[in-house]
């Protein structure tokens, strides 16, 4: 006895959703040339205009070997965690919690208990505390259906209230010789310092994992459109839980590298990183919409945004300034996305 077909419309839905997801993944994959290109160059000219400013205003000191070291080092702790943020952001969602995230993970991992284990317990209690709160963002969203934004909006109060907890709001000191070691001037390896190989490190590997993987592909598919890519078989929860899980990984790495560069554990860690994160992924291309997203262009935004920080510093211009010249590179970063031809921000 012959078995009845399969709706025909059935199996065109399933082939139109899978060709809309394998467009939405090919933004991965884009050919040089393309919109992503002309940012990157933009972005490597504002980096260019803005090292040239800092060699005129402050001449005697902005390219000082050691101030470029500085620059590199300020921007490597946020910029692991703006790398887990442009995974987060590409596929449609966003997180709050990673500055709450960093602080709660670096407080943890300078008590007195867990720095009894040295330089491995540090790092173990860093990485797996950053991991363990992604976990609970990711299965708030992914199977609690919970909005992204109130998700982590509640990690991040939660995350605080813990920091704040732990502390007492007290300054917790690291006393672990091998980890302070690794801050110094006698650690840096051909002039580079450690945490700057490390934020190399992640980068490398963050693009490579967007751009040359299907966990990349899947990423920019749900982005770019959800339904299609559950129709064409992607696990859309799976993929968000391993995303936050992703971010809470690079937040628990950035704790660890500002226990490193501060020598302590604080509540007040990571202050506005989630604002930081966002802003300078955006400006690199990242669209918040979700669809498309760029590790280097993230990259590149957050050294602008660090190297500002330190121009006007050494200029001893108020940070209200500052702040109002980050706020137009946001403004304007996202009115260019919106007259880019690959779609609206």
């Known amino acids: 006895m012959t078995q009845p077909a399969a709706p025909a419309h059935k199996d065109a839905s399933t082939s139109t959703a899978k060709a809309a997801a394998d467009k939405e993944a090919s933004g991965a994959r884009r050919p040089l040339g393309g919109w992503g290109d002309v940012r990157t160059l933009s972005l490597l000219g504002v980096l260019a205009v803005l090292v040239a400013v800092g060699g005129i205003t402050a001449p005697d000191e902005f390219l000082k070997t050691s101030n470029l070291q500085l ?49 491995a317990g540090i790092l173990f209690t860093a990485v797996i505390v950053g991991v363990g709160c992604g976990l609970v963002n990711g299965l708030l969203i992914a199977y609690g259906r919970m909005v992204p934004f109130i998700a ?40 580079i310092p450690p945490l700057v190989l490390i934020f190399g490190a992640v980068t490398v590997i963050g693009w490579l994992l967007l751009n040359r993987t299907t966990f990349g592909r899947r990423t920019v598919a749900v982005g770019g459109n959800a339904e299609a890519a559950r129709l064409a078989g992607i696990d859309v929860r799976r993929q968000r839980l391993y995303l936050y899980l992703l971010s809470g990984l690079c937040c628990g790495i950035a704790a660890f590298m500002l ?8 509540n007040t860690n990571g202050n506005l990183y989630e604002l930081d ?25 957050v050294l602008v945004f660090t190297t500002i920080t330190n121009i006007f510093a050494l200029n001893n211009l108020e940070t209200a300034v500052q702040q109002i010249a980050k706020g137009a590179i946001i403004v304007a970063a996202v009115l260019v996305q919106r007259r880019s031809p690959h779609g609206d921000a």
């Open 71 to 119: 620059i590199l080092t300020q921007a490597s702790v946020i910029g692991v965690v703006t790398v887990g943020m442009t995974f987060v952001i590409t596929s449609g969602g966003i997180d709050l919690s990673v500055g709450a995230m960093v602080a709660l993970a670096s407080v943890w991992a300078t008590t007195v208990a867990t720095q009894d284990f040295g330089f």
């Open 152 to 191: 982590t909006l509640a990690m991040l109060a939660s995350a605080r209230g813990l920091a704040l907890q732990i502390t007492g709001g007290t300054t917790q000191i690291v006393t672990v010789g091998s980890v302070l070691d690794l801050g110094a001037r006698d650690s840096y390896v051909l002039g």
């Open 259 to 266: 226990i490193v560069l501060a020598g302590s554990g604080q």
């Open 277 to 301: 994160a966002i802003a300078a992924a955006i400006i690199g291309g990242t669209l918040l919409s979700g669809g498309r997203g760029t590790i280097v262009g993230s990259v590149l935004g």
